[in-house]
């Protein structure tokens, strides 16, 4: 079982390297297809006054900047592709607002996987990749990258953050080529008396099961958090087992998506060092 589609999602030239990179280091190998996507926006607002006058050479600046940023993306991703034998397709998509990851959810919902880069600029020339939108709605498993965008190949250790939600459910199905390549795989449980979805007696033992019948060479770690956020023991777990990837899903709760967001699955994408395979 492996990944055959492929979608990369680039908001800079400088993302395409380590995620070509990380997207050539799956399970898929030699065999994938990948789809390269960056979005810009369609259409610039700028007044000046007097009031409802659109300053034209402003908006000619943008829109030239605009076009000279997809036709660097695209260059660096068609020669990083042909460097590496790689098929490849180029989709440059215009919307309104010009979110790279909302340009691509058309994409994303063809994929096996959809995988791109978290990285914090603080001069503002990156723009974000907006990453829940492609959870809720691109309808793929999300691999994302670490600042450093380094990704472990082969891979030799994975955690799933498991809870026995349906999401999670799902990131374990969507990661079974990830998980049946690795050394090891541990189940992390946290507080697993307070979830009402984990098996008993033994919590964890059903997926243990499942997963050895694929092959997965599988360990439960159950632990309790204390004072700490459940996000802070994933971290301080993925750092002590030396993990390459870690899985678990993501908004597990979407009525309270905008609440979410400052949740665990935001939380631990800023807390952790590693590439994690996100899935709702």
Request: a negative charge; aromatic letters at 4%; hydrophobic letters at 45%.
């Amino acid at each position: 079982m492996s990944f055959k589609t492929i979608l990369a999602v680039f908001a800079c030239p400088a993302d395409v390297e380590p995620v070509v990179a990380a997207a050539a280091q799956t399970p898929a190998g030699a065999a994938m297809h990948l789809i390269g996507s960056h979005g810009e926006p369609s259409q610039f607002v700028i007044l000046s006054a007097p009031v409802d006058v659109p300053d034209v050479a402003t908006l000619s600046a943008l829109y030239q900047q605009s076009d000279d940023r997809m036709a660097a993306v695209e260059a660096e991703f068609r020669a990083v592709c042909e460097r590496g034998g790689i098929s490849h397709e180029w989709r440059a998509v215009r919307t309104a607002g010009g979110d790279s990851a909302t340009s691509a959810l058309g994409s994303a919902r063809i994929a096996d996987l959809v995988v791109a880069r978290q990285a914090r600029d603080e001069s503002g020339d990156r723009p974000d990749i907006n990453f829940h939108t492609l959870l809720f709605e691109g309808g793929a498993p999300v691999l994302v990258l670490g600042e450093d965008g380094r990704f472990a190949a082969p891979l030799r250790r994975v955690l799933i953050a498991w809870d026995g939600s349906r999401e999670a459910a799902r990131a374990v199905k969507d990661a079974l080529p990830f998980l049946t390549a690795a050394e090891e795989v541990i189940v992390l449980i946290v507080d697993a008396e307070r979830l009402a979805d984990i098996d008993r007696p033994t919590p964890g033992a059903d997926l243990a099961a499942s997963l050895a019948r694929h092959g997965v060479n599988v360990q439960i770690e159950t632990v309790g958090r204390g004072e700490r956020g459940v996000s802070q023991v994933i971290s301080d777990r993925v750092k002590a087992h030396g993990v390459d990837l870690l899985v678990m899903g993501a908004y597990a709760h979407p009525r309270l998506r905008d609440w979410l967001f400052g949740g665990v699955t935001h939380s631990v994408m800023d807390a952790v060092p590693v590439a994690t395979l996100l899935s709702r």
